[in-house]
């Protein structure tokens, strides 16, 4: 519930912060509100798209999508992207303009009050957001959070750069700031693509992640011969593994599914939304342990 209302929360805060920049910004003439603004626009589109995502991602598995739709996060991360690099491109555009044309912001006090508010309140929805990535574990949450730290950053660097007009009438420093803003948004605009273009072409999850799946199968080994075919892929919040594992030819079919059944739960629990296929091999008659050792096996099964 709480990773639904997140986008909710962050499409009121980014539609008031960009009706009070859009008003102020042509008012007092600043073009470093008014691209703020624009971000701020494309924020709530941002924030839109993540909520829609999200009630779509929660939907399970069906004939269509038998995988279920966790990669409904991962295109919302990636359009996201695309966004925020549309947004950097139209602040820096914005920003050679008024260079051009030499243009002065004609109330400085106004402009610093409205980006102070903006900068407060962002911080604010910033850390909440936060929160909620943490405890959810959501990528779209996770990547809308610092879609929002880029806005603090922008914020700032306005909020200075107006201050420092005020003190020394330096009228370039609006554009120039804004255009640093700009190239900062278009860099993790890059970086948010490249990363969830990863999910989409179905990369291997985390190092740590796997890392500690490995380290989980090593506690059962006294049950298989080995584990090959490792296979792992992330999907939004949804992480995917297929295995083979490689059992004693002599145990039952009964027993063996108990091995993996005990894999897989135990994977499960320690393995946040995890989704595991494991398929189970024979061992080769020359390395088959022999009946003693399946003896033990069965032993052993017969306590869980």
Do not use: W
């Amino acid at each position: 519930m709480e990773k639904a209302n997140a986008p909710k929360v962050a499409i009121i805060v980014a539609f008031f912060l960009a009706c009070t920049k859009v008003a102020f910004g042509f008012l007092v003439n600043s073009m470093a509100i008014v691209s703020s603004a624009a971000d701020s626009i494309l924020d709530v589109i941002s924030s839109s798209i993540n909520y829609i995502a999200i009630k779509k991602a929660e939907e399970p598995p069906d004939e269509k999508h038998p995988y279920g739709h966790a990669k409904f996060e991962s295109l919302a991360t990636y359009i996201q992207s695309l966004i925020i690099l549309i947004s950097g491109g139209f602040i820096l555009y914005k920003s050679i303009i008024k260079i051009i044309h030499k243009q002065a912001i004609t109330d400085l006090n106004t402009g610093i009050y409205i980006m102070l508010l903006s900068l407060i309140t962002t911080f604010f929805l910033v850390s909440y957001l936060t929160r909620v990535a943490k405890k959810t574990k959501s990528s779209i949450i996770e990547a809308d959070a610092l879609h929002y730290k880029v806005d603090i950053l922008s914020n700032a660097g306005i909020l200075v750069a107006l201050i420092i007009i005020k003190f020394t009438n330096f009228q370039i420093i609006d554009p120039i700031l804004s255009m640093l803003v700009a190239f900062y948004i278009i860099y993790s605009a890059i970086k948010l693509n490249i990363k969830v273009s990863m999910d989409l072409l179905d990369a291997e999850i985390p190092p740590e992640i796997k890392e500690d799946i490995l380290n989980i199968l090593k506690e059962f080994d006294e049950y298989h011969l080995d584990t090959h075919k490792i296979r792992t892929r992330k999907a939004g919040n949804k992480k995917f593994l297929d295995m083979h594992i490689t059992l004693c030819r002599n145990l039952k079919l009964e027993d063996a599914h108990k091995i993996t059944q005990l894999i897989e739960n135990r994977l499960k629990e320690n393995i946040e939304d995890l989704d595991v296929t494991i398929h189970m091999d024979p061992c080769d008659v020359k390395n088959c342990p022999g009946f003693d050792a399946c003896n033990n096996h069965k032993i052993r099964l017969d306590k869980i």
